[in-house]
């Protein structure tokens, strides 16, 4: 157990309207990631952190924006929801010093975009 | 390119026989480890195994094991004795660039196995 958590787990929405979905982790792990998860594609990057403040896009990170003010949070904000963005959303952290280095994931948020 | 493919997109598999998920991988970084996650149908991600790139056998857990043939650049995990418990989707993933510093990781599309009683 990673100590990640992700809220909320699920959520509908219209299109058009801004969406922020919450990465927490309590172990205090640098470097943080957001996946989305669509069938065919496995798990594309949208953004990642590696610290307060440091961000930078992904592959997938159009429509998307992300902040960091804590260690602990790493927020997913979409400004103005797609039906395209309706998908799985993953955070992840990943223990740098770590031998293997393996990203551990938080449980996924379904989002619904209408 | 892709820098990993999975090319069975489902699989089946008897109760308490072996499979092996194919996995191959693209990268001309002479360090990268690779990685195998299940993920049931509760939609949870777990991580299984790792093989780094520096890595002179191929990686053992229980009844994962990750074949990696560095030469044809594949490394594909072979399930031994498959429970029902082991029906899921199962992605491989690469993470390039040396430990340490910060890398971005990579994952194939997944294969379903369902295990067949």
């Known amino acids: 157990d990673a100590g990640i958590t992700q809220s909320p787990r699920h959520k509908v929405t219209e299109t058009g309207t801004p969406v922020t979905l919450r990465c927490h982790q309590t172990?205090?792990?640098?470097?943080m990631y957001w996946y989305r998860q669509d069938p065919g594609h496995g798990l594309r990057l949208i953004h990642y952190s590696y610290g307060v403040k440091d961000t930078d896009k992904g592959e997938v990170s159009d429509g998307y924006s992300v902040s960091r003010s804590k260690t602990e949070d790493f927020l997913l904000t979409l400004e103005s929801a797609t039906s395209s963005q309706t998908s799985v959303y993953f955070c992840a952290i990943s223990p740098i010093g770590e031998r293997e280095e393996t990203q551990y994931f938080g449980p996924g948020t379904r989002l619904l975009v209408l | 390119a892709q820098k990993i493919t999975q090319t069975q997109p489902g699989m089946f598999v008897q109760e308490k026989e072996a499979v092996t998920l194919d996995c191959t991988y693209d990268t001309s970084d002479p360090s990268y480890g690779l990685f195998w996650y299940k993920q049931p149908s509760s939609g949870e991600m777990i991580f299984l195994i790792y093989?780094?790139?520096?890595?002179?056998q191929n990686a053992t857990e229980g009844r994962y094991s990750l074949n990696f043939q560095k030469a044809r650049k594949s490394a594909n995990l072979v399930i031994s004795a498959s429970q029902l418990g082991d029906s899921a989707m199962y992605f491989c993933a690469m993470r390039e660039g040396f430990e340490g510093n910060f890398n971005k990781f990579y994952f194939g599309s997944g294969t379903k196995l369902n295990v067949k009683p």
């Open positions: 093989q780094g790139s520096y890595d002179q």
């Open positions: 172990e205090n792990h640098r470097y």
